[in-house]
């Protein structure tokens, strides 16, 4: 008994301790706001002006920020642990694919991001959507409260608005369809205005996350917000309603042009989508109007971005995400804090599992931690012209989910697709499997940086290739790798090779 009443005495005393030293250090704060499927080709970001304006305008706007995976439970894995799909684990939005899973839980929740930070002596905060499989019977059911958040309040299973359940710290709390009490988007704003009323100038610094289910279906937005956008259309340029005659043939079985029916279906996605951001917009302004009237702003890192993009009639594909196109592969991603220069708007590509690095930095963490692939984003923060970046090529990675049988589309049957609309396009295959270099080729000129491309291996059964120059054919409507020389050729697939091989320092070419 008394050897556990001393145990119990220095716990109490080490938590002071860490409080009493995360407080005199002075350290920043950190909010983390992140939407889900938010592109940037289709204009994702124009409906959030004032997050533009409070975030990226007082900062930095990142115009070259890609995702490891077109696809959220990959995604969101990479934002959490700092590393490549290949690395984590988690390979799609299922269970069997590691998305939540047990043995994810064992081998890589346990150093997420959240866990260095408890470690330095912040107070953490999570509300909204997770991961697709959280909070299910079989990834541990609500009880699980994954490592290093304090307060916690994740969504079980994929975004909703309505009709959901949270996992409480723990406990089960049910929601139904009331638009004034369960809205999840506001719900997480109360949630955050309520964690941001307790903090005081003698709190420990705070990690808070707020993950929305915008822009994610079923589209559905706040009642307030539902007649906006009333005249928009889904964006008809770039490579809108054309097809793909280059392409992987999972984009070539697209209809063109499109039918009438998915036109109409896409116009109403993309003005909900847009709706649905409104109330995200909200819950920025009144998150950094809290942590102004409570003095907290100035000492207040604040980071924007989203866990993948969208497509809604590019290259005739209806709507989803899963490719490797920039519409599905490039987000959002703005920083405002202590330190960062406001105005700037950088080239350089970044990447989610450069998120966690740079929370970790800001917190004081003295190095990344080595499994981690990213880099810390800090460099970017000064407006100083010799910054550098250790990095020229970044990784992108998908294996492509599918059913045994397509219901309703018998030309496609036991050919393992999925994602089939009401014409039997199908956006998602057993061989929609790939992996995408991007890099910024050397300079053959002092005063001209090398060209920006992307390479392309398909796992497929034509080892299909697709290759596009991103500075001079942001659409990518043309497929470079048709008529690519077989020893360029064979540079690009041995880089592909390396990085899917990759971990730590050795991803940083």
Not at 140 to 169: E, F, R, T
Not at 280 to 308: A, R
Request: hydrophobic letters at 30%; one cysteine or more.
């Amino acid at each position: 008994m008394a050897k556990t009443m001393l145990q119990t005495k220095f716990l109490i005393l080490f938590v002071f301790y860490v409080s009493v030293s995360a407080r005199s250090s002075g350290k920043p704060n950190i909010v983390f706001l992140l939407t889900d499927d938010q592109d940037v080709k289709l204009g994702g970001q124009i409906p959030m002006a004032k997050t533009k304006n409070l975030v990226g305008d007082k900062g930095i706007i990142f115009e070259n920020m890609y995702v490891s995976a077109p696809l959220c439970c990959p995604s969101r894995s990479s934002i959490l642990t700092g590393k490549y799909v290949h690395s984590n684990g988690a390979v799609n939005n299922s269970l069997a694919g590691n998305c939540s899973s047990p043995h994810w839980q064992r081998t890589q929740e346990v150093k997420a991001f959240p866990t260095y930070l408890k470690q330095q002596g912040y107070t953490t905060f999570f509300a909204g959507k997770y991961l697709n499989q959280y909070g299910t019977p079989n990834a541990g059911g609500v009880q699980h409260v994954p490592p290093g958040w304090d307060w916690w309040m994740g969504l079980v299973g994929n975004s909703k608005y309505y009709n959901y359940h949270l996992s409480v710290n723990g406990t089960l709390e049910v929601h139904k369809s009331d638009p004034q009490k369960d809205y999840l988007t506001d719900v997480i704003n109360r949630h955050a205005a309520s964690f941001l009323d307790v903090q005081s100038s003698d709190s420990p610094p705070f990690f808070m996350m707020l993950s929305t289910p915008a822009c994610h279906g079923p589209f559905t937005p706040a009642p307030k917000y539902q007649n906006n956008f009333a005249n928009q259309s889904a964006p008809r340029d770039g490579s809108y309603n054309k097809h793909g005659y280059d392409k992987h043939w999972l984009i070539r079985q697209a209809i063109t042009p499109l039918p009438n029916d998915t036109v109409k279906t896409e116009d109403n996605v993309f003005r909900n989508r847009w709706r649905t951001l409104l109330s995200v917009d909200d819950m920025m302004e009144n998150v950094i109007n809290i942590l102004q009237q409570k003095n907290f702003l100035d000492n207040t890192y604040i980071i924007f971005s989203s866990d993948n993009g969208f497509h809604l009639g590019q290259f005739s594909m209806p709507s989803d995400k899963r490719q490797l196109y920039e519409f599905d592969v490039r987000v959002p991603l703005m920083i405002r804090g202590p330190g960062v220069s406001p105005g700037q708007m950088i080239k350089e590509q970044v990447m989610n599992i450069d998120l966690a690095p740079t929370f970790l930095d800001i917190a004081g963490v003295p190095s990344t931690p080595k499994q981690m692939d990213g880099l810390s984003l800090t460099p970017f923060f000064s407006s100083s012209s010799n910054k550098t970046w250790a990095r020229s090529t970044i990784l992108i990675e998908h294996q492509g989910e599918y059913h045994e049988n397509t219901a309703g589309c018998p030309q496609f049957k036991h050919q393992n697709m999925s994602n089939c609309n009401n014409h039997c396009v199908c956006e998602d295959s057993w061989n929609n499997t790939y992996s995408c270099v991007i890099k910024r080729e050397p300079s053959t000129s002092p005063s001209q940086p090398g060209r920006r491309v992307k390479y392309c291996l398909l796992k497929d059964e034509e080892n299909f290739q697709e290759m596009y120059n991103l500075d001079t054919d942001e659409d990518e409507f043309k497929n470079l790798a048709i008529n690519l020389p077989d020893d360029e050729r064979k540079i690009y697939l041995n880089i592909i090779e390396q990085m899917e091989q990759c971990s730590g320092s050795s991803c940083h070419l």
